[in-house]
């Protein structure tokens, strides 16, 4: 009777392992940061899978990560998750710089505006950014280095405001700011991981900014999207977000 309970409890200790291990295995989880809620996905530095969507066989946009998740499925591929890669314009094409399979389709966004007609939309706030793919790896630069040098990118999206250069906060983020929503980035990180992140509550610029600086160990942080835009595909987790007006556009996911 001893030897069978020890078998039995040992059986329960390599199953409740094993349960452990799936779980850490799974790119993306639930964090806490000084009372906030978020998710976040990881993707270690080689992983192949990475990539950007944006329009389908047909030529139309995704729009949905379910579309996405279907297509590739036919493809005999599955999306572990996705996220909404920047904004975007009515018709789902992206505001700023898109490159897939190394192919610029949207050229970089320059434009600029003084914000005498109100505030300034966070696309153009400085310094903006493109998060982008190439042989190094994983990188975020200002939008202006990044057209100084040109990489070779496998895949690139433009988006502002930076939240985190070179280790250092945006200046212009403001302690204790009111302008609180729900926020998306993505960040470069010790180690060349890369980290997007879901806000599940609603937070400020300068909060998101030190998630990243300061909890993920990121050094360039670049956000993405907020408000009711932001959206998380995970089925791990049981999340299948919708946009409030009818979609994404550019869509980052992990292919398997």
Not at 51 to 58: E, I, V, Y
Request: glycine share 12%; charged share 20%.
């Amino acid at each position: 009777m001893t030897s069978f309970k020890h078998a039995l409890l040992a059986a329960l200790t390599l199953l409740a392992a094993a349960g452990s291990v799936k779980a850490q295995a799974e790119p993306c989880q639930p964090q806490s940061f000084e009372g906030a809620d978020y998710i976040v996905c990881t993707v270690a530095p080689d992983k192949a899978g990475l990539r950007l969507f944006w329009k389908g066989a047909d030529g139309e946009p995704y729009r949905y990560f379910s579309s996405l998740a279907e297509a590739l499925q036919a493809e005999g591929r599955r999306l572990v998750f996705a996220v909404n890669a920047g904004m975007y314009r009515q018709d789902f094409s992206p505001l700023g710089l898109y490159v897939e399979n190394g192919k610029e389709l949207k050229p970089a966004n320059t434009a600029k505006t003084d914000g005498s007609a109100g505030p300034v939309p966070n696309f153009y706030k400085k310094p903006n950014g493109v998060f982008f793919l190439d042989e190094a790896g994983a990188r975020i630069l200002p939008t202006a280095e990044f057209l100084k040098r040109r990489p070779a990118a496998r895949f690139a999206t433009q988006s502002g405001p930076m939240l985190v250069v070179s280790g250092k906060l945006n200046p212009i983020f403001i302690p204790g700011s009111t302008d609180r929503t729900r926020r998306n980035g993505v960040g470069t990180c010790v180690g060349g991981t890369v980290r997007f992140v879901i806000s599940e509550d609603s937070v400020n610029f300068y909060d998101f900014a030190r998630l990243f600086r300061d909890q993920l160990q990121c050094r360039d942080a670049l956000f993405l999207d907020g408000g009711r835009g932001v959206g998380l595909y995970d089925p791990a987790l049981g999340r299948n977000d919708r946009s409030w007006h009818g979609g994404y556009g550019p869509i980052l996911g992990l292919v398997e």
